[in-house]
């Protein structure tokens, strides 16, 4: 009588030993080029020809949102130097105009909050390869103590445009069959509960939570999705947020906006999907996961409150 041989479907000590050469050959791989590149770079007869991973950008046209100050401007420097094209995008027109003049890029003037459907209709068209949403903004104090109109306009700005571009960009560099990369600026804010500015950290939460998800997604059409988790950068982010009555220097706890930005840019080459760019801000997030949590948030109540004035905010 015949008797079929039944073999399980998946051997898990033979997946096991698949898994094990197949890392042993990424390593080997990996040693030899270190060795191929440390030897033989300076022998006669051999040209190195290194391929970045900025490669990965189809066309090498960047989106640059928030791009008429700070950060936004360093990385448009930074990257014009770098010699890619730009699209620079931002709210206050003269100061866009100049930076974009400087880099020689593109330019489209705009409020995130109010006029997103150029900017989508410009991603459409233009299928940049990296899209940087680096625009965003606060208002210190209570959400109480503002219109509710402006601390919806926070929420928009921070997360649901930044959110919106990073959907449009994603399909349609995944509907023309490009590699490319979105990175969205957030925040330490993000990481922690700071009252004073309770709508901006919901805010940078949902958008670096969205990063994460997002970059799972669409990491199989060659897509990656990064987030930037920033610290106090010397920009006119506190003076707007403080209503004019503070303004941020570079000091050894705030770095200077070309700081951010090679980190940022440092960041995008090797794909690392979310990053607190400066050592200030990794210690500061690990000591506060350290701390009681109304200890932390008494810190950081009498830290923001030196930036602004709460009855004039009421006003």
């Excluded at 066309?59 to 990385?75: H, Y």
């Excluded at 958008?207 to 006119?236: N, Q």
């Excluded at 990053?275 to 350290?290: E, G, N, P, Q, V």
């Amino acid at each position: 009588m015949y008797r079929p041989t039944l073999r399980p479907l998946h051997n898990p000590i033979r997946g096991q030993i698949r898994a094990f050469f197949a890392g042993f050959g990424f390593f080997a791989n990996r040693l030899y080029s270190f060795a191929y590149v440390r030897f033989a770079k300076n022998r006669p007869g051999f040209e190195i020809i290194e391929f970045a991973p900025q490669s990965g950008l189809c066309n090498g046209l960047i989106l640059i949102t928030g791009a008429s100050s700070g950060v936004g401007e360093a990385l448009a420097r930074l990257l014009s130097e770098e010699g890619f094209s730009l699209l620079l995008t931002g709210r206050d027109e003269n100061r866009l105009k100049s930076v974009a003049k400087l880099c020689r890029a593109e330019w489209l003037p705009l409020d995130l909050a109010h006029s997103l459907a150029p900017l989508l209709s410009w991603i459409r068209e233009k299928k940049p390869g990296l899209v940087i949403n680096n625009a965003g903004f606060a208002l210190y104090g209570p959400a109480i103590a503002h219109p509710l109109s402006s601390e919806m306009d926070i929420l928009e700005v921070n997360a649901a445009a930044a959110i919106e571009i990073s959907i449009e960009a994603a399909r349609t560099l995944q509907s023309n069959r490009m590699p490319g990369v979105i990175l969205n600026v957030s925040s330490s804010a993000g990481e922690l509960p700071i009252p004073s500015m309770a709508v901006y950290a919901a805010a940078k939460a949902c958008l670096t939570s969205f990063s994460k998800s997002f970059d799972s997604e669409m990491s199989p059409y060659g897509i990656r999705v990064l987030a930037s988790i920033l610290g106090p950068v010397a920009t006119p982010f506190a003076h707007r947020a403080s209503s004019g009555r503070y303004t941020q220097t570079p000091s050894w706890k705030v770095i200077s906006p070309e700081r951010a930005a090679q980190k940022i840019w440092e960041q995008i080459l090797k794909r690392k999907a979310v990053s607190a760019i400066d050592f200030r801000t990794r210690a500061f997030l690990l000591a506060a996961k350290l701390l009681p949590r109304p200890l932390l948030e008494w810190i950081l109540q009498k830290n923001l409150a030196r930036r602004y004035n709460c009855r004039s905010c009421q006003k």
